[in-house]
T-cell receptor, first 112, second 116 residues
Framework: GQSLEQPSEVTAVEGAIVQINCTYQ??????LSWYQQHDGGAPTFLSY????GLEETGRFSSFLSRSDSYGYLLLQELQMKDSASYFC?????????????FGRGTQLTVWP | NAGVTQTPKFRVLKTGQSMTLLCAQD?????MYWYRQDPGMGLRLIHY???????AKGEVPDGYNVSRLKKQNFLLGLESAAPSQTSVYFC???????????????FGPGTRLLVL
């Protein structure tokens, strides 16, 4: 099976930088995705790393290292509206195309 | 475009009752999915479909059935609801491999189901 580990909670203050880690145990996968979910809302796609390295999208960046079985989501210049849950997800090789496995999520709380 | 819509938004059932959750998408996506989300458990795949007329089981399919009679609709059925099925249900859709990255899934707003 697939195993994705994330911290359950992270807290930070406005304007700070926070890193949410995702470690995984899977034999191979196409890429690592990140989703954001606000309380009571739907998950929304944030980023995707098909290759090792850093992908940047505005204040958010995502990193993947296949050799270390590790990825992270980096949020800079934190704002109150960034308080949400963040999920990493993988699409394993050999699985039915399109099927994602999600981590249990990290609850980010941003304080003023 | 409405994206992915789900009905109903909220429902209370008694044990043993049945119901159908409806998901509709207007993005012409081939692939559609049903997830359930429970506290601390993340998103778990119930069933999915890779095209009209096709369905397949996910991680937690027991107690649920699905149908994809039209490309834009994906129905999730509970034949005999149980308290363990109290959850938030999300529908999602994505492109097929020929059309775009499948890691990008578009989610509906969710259906909150309480089974007493």
């Amino acid at each position: 099976g697939q195993s994705l580990e994330q911290p359950s909670e992270v807290t930070a203050v406005e304007g700070a930088i926070v890193q949410i880690n995702c470690t995984y145990q899977t034999s191979g996968f196409y890429g690592l995705s990140w989703y954001q979910q606000h309380d009571g809302g739907a998950p929304t796609f944030l980023s995707y790393n098909a290759l090792d390295g850093l992908e940047e999208t505005g204040r958010f960046s995502s990193f993947l290292s296949r050799s270390d079985s590790y990825g992270y989501l980096l949020l800079q210049e934190l704002q109150m509206k960034d308080s949400a849950s963040y999920f990493c997800a993988v699409r394993p090789r050999g699985s039915t195309l399109g099927r994602l496995y999600f981590g249990r999520g990290t609850q980010l709380t941003v304080w003023p | 475009n409405a994206g992915v819509t789900q009905t109903p938004k909220f429902r209370v059932l008694k044990t043993g009752q049945s119901m159908t959750l409806l998901c509709a998408q207007d993005m012409n996506h081939e692939y559609m999915y049903w997830y359930r989300q429970d506290p601390g458990m993340g998103l778990r795949l119930i069933h999915y479909s890779v095209g009209e007329g096709t369905t397949a089981k996910g991680e937690v399919p027991d107690g649920y059935n699905v149908s994809r009679l039209k490309k834009q609709n994906f129905l999730l059925g509970l034949e005999s609801a149980a308290p363990s099925q109290t959850s938030v249900y999300f529908c999602a859709s994505s492109y097929s491999p020929l059309e775009g990255p499948q890691e990008t899934q578009y989610f509906g707003p969710g259906t909150r189901l309480l089974v007493l």
